[in-house]
Antibody
Framework: EEQLLESGGGLVQPGGSLRLSCEAS????????MSWVRQAPGKGLEWVSG????????YYAESVKGRFTISRDNSKNSLFLQIDSLRADDTAVYYC?????????????WGQGTLVTVSS | DIQMTQSPSSLSASVGDRVTITCRAS??????LGWYQQKPGKAPKRLIYAASSLQSGVPSRFSGSGSGTQFTLTISNLQPEDFATYYC?????????FGQGTKVEIK
């Protein structure tokens, strides 16, 4: 069974930093692109960042460009999101998601999410 | 960036009704679009991929159509478990973008 398990969320002061992690199991992690998607309280889904299967290409939403850094360690089946210069509007549940590219394109598997709260 | 305009933002319907939700892309995205269902406190679940292909295990009352800039999700014979929020997502070009969401509520 495929599983994605996020961790690293918590309460952080404005201007602070966090590193989110997503541990994958049940599939060949190194062959799939991955993304982070967030959802602010009571709001809709927002795609935040994506990374290619080998980690050679990274993409960001305009709202996080320059502050967020996505990375992965295929030897550890892990995806990361480094979040710097946190702002109140970064408060959200952050989901990692596996992107199926070829047979049925889209986000097939999702984690349960990790909550990031930015507040003083 | 490609904007996805989803409508309506909410609707009220009864069990057994037929419901239609639309997404319009600000530029052509071929069929690089999926539909997702989300229930409170849960991760999204994919219903439709490639605009019109049904995800394995999803009931056949869900269907998708469209290509280019206009897309539709239809739920026929609405069931109690279908009351949720629905989102479209374009993955044609970065940054990928979701529609604003449609909350389907019980009338």
């Amino acid at each position: 069974e495929e599983q994605l398990l996020e961790s690293g969320g918590g309460l952080v002061q404005p201007g602070g930093s966090l590193r989110l992690s997503c541990e994958a199991s049940g599939f060949t992690f190194s062959t799939y692109a991955m993304s982070w998607v967030r959802q602010a309280p009571g709001k809709g889904l927002e795609w935040v960042s994506g990374i290619s299967s080998r980690g050679s290409s990274a993409y960001y939403a305009e709202s996080v460009k320059g502050r967020f850094t996505i990375s992965r360690d295929n030897s550890k089946n892990s995806l990361f999101l480094q979040i710097d210069s946190l702002r109140a509007d970064d408060t959200a549940v952050y989901y990692c998601a596996k992107f199926e590219l070829y047979h049925s394109p889209g986000f097939v598997s999702w984690g349960q999410g990790t909550l990031v709260t930015v507040s003083s | 960036d490609i904007q996805m305009t989803q409508s309506p933002s909410s609707l009220s319907a009864s069990v057994g009704d037929r419901v239609t939700i639309t997404c319009r892309a600000s530029q052509g995205i071929r069929n690089d679009l999926g539909w997702y269902q989300q229930k409170p406190g849960k991760a999204p679940k994919r219903l439709i991929y490639a605009a019109s292909s049904l995800q394995s295990g999803v009931p056949s009352r869900f269907s998708g159509s469209g290509s280019g800039t206009q897309f539709t999700l239809t739920i026929s014979n609405l069931q109690p478990e279908d009351f949720a929020t629905y989102y479209c997502l374009q993955h044609n070009s970065y940054p990928w973008t979701f529609g604003q969401g449609t909350k389907v509520e019980i009338k």
